[in-house]
Every structure is written in structure tokens, then in C-alpha cells.
């Protein structure tokens, strides 16, 4: 089994910073997965957020390109999405998901975290 515990959200203005992270563990683990986060908002779809590849090769959606960074430590299994110029719009629960097919597409991901909610108000 595999379990992944996001962290580190709140409640932040408009413009302001956050910092999530997400801490893997589990026997079937495997350093190889590709790391994701995505979001969903109230009444809509799970949407792609930004993902990472074993070897650091980082994916972002166009809305936030600029503003996170997605970074990861294989050695503490650990990943990391620091948010900056956050909007009302970036307003979800936020998860962490490990994939080890593709990096973009919802159902590559085979282990989901429990969910972190941002909130940014204007």
C-alpha cells in the first residue's frame, strides 16, 4: 500500500503564499512514480495542478505557470508545490497523487492523498 499525506494549507490573500507539500510512504512505494498535484472546486471537475517526474522533469497547467513550482526529494519521498501570486480562483482541496503511467491525465494516478483545502480570498 501506498499512503500520501498533503500539508500545509490555509487560508491566504489574494497575492499572497503557500507552501503544500506531500510526504509518500508505503512498502510498494517506488521513487519512480511520477508525482502530481491536482485541485477541485466546488462543482467542478479534478483538475491537473503540476507534476513531476522521477527525474525532476516538472509539468504545470497554463493557470499557474509562473506562480508554482513543483519540486520533489526522492530521498525524503517528499513533494513540494510553493504558490505564489495566489488568486481567488485558485480557491480547491488540493491532492497529492503518484502515477506511474502518465503525468497530465487523472486516471494515470493510481494513489490519491486525502486532500489539503487552499483558500484565497480577494
Known amino acids: 500500500q501506498v499512503q500520501l499525506v498533503e500539508s500545509g494549507g490555509g487560508l491566504v490573500q489574494a497575492g499572497g503564499s503557500l507552501r503544500l507539500s506531500c510526504a509518500a510512504s508505503?512498502?510498494?512505494?517506488?521513487?519512480?512514480?511520477?508525482m502530481g498535484w491536482f485541485r477541485q472546486a466546488p462543482g467542478k471537475e479534478r483538475e491537473f495542478v503540476a507534476g513531476?517526474?522521477?527525474?525532476?522533469?516538472?509539468y504545470y497547467a497554463d493557470s499557474v505557470k509562473g506562480r508554482f513550482t513543483i519540486s520533489r526529494d526522492n530521498a525524503k519521498n517528499t513533494v513540494y508545490l510553493p504558490m505564489n501570486s495566489l488568486k481567488p480562483e485558485d480557491t480547491a482541496i488540493y491532492y497529492c497523487?503518484?502515477?506511474?503511467?502518465?503525468?497530465?491525465?487523472?486516471?494515470?494516478?493510481?494513489?490519491w492523498g486525502q486532500g489539503t483545502q487552499v483558500t484565497v480570498s480577494s
Open positions: 508505503g512498502r510498494t512505494f517506488s521513487r519512480y512514480y511520477t
Open positions: 513531476i517526474s522521477w527525474t525532476g522533469n516538472p
Open positions: 497523487a503518484a502515477s506511474d503511467a502518465g503525468v497530465t491525465n487523472t486516471r494515470a494516478y493510481k494513489y
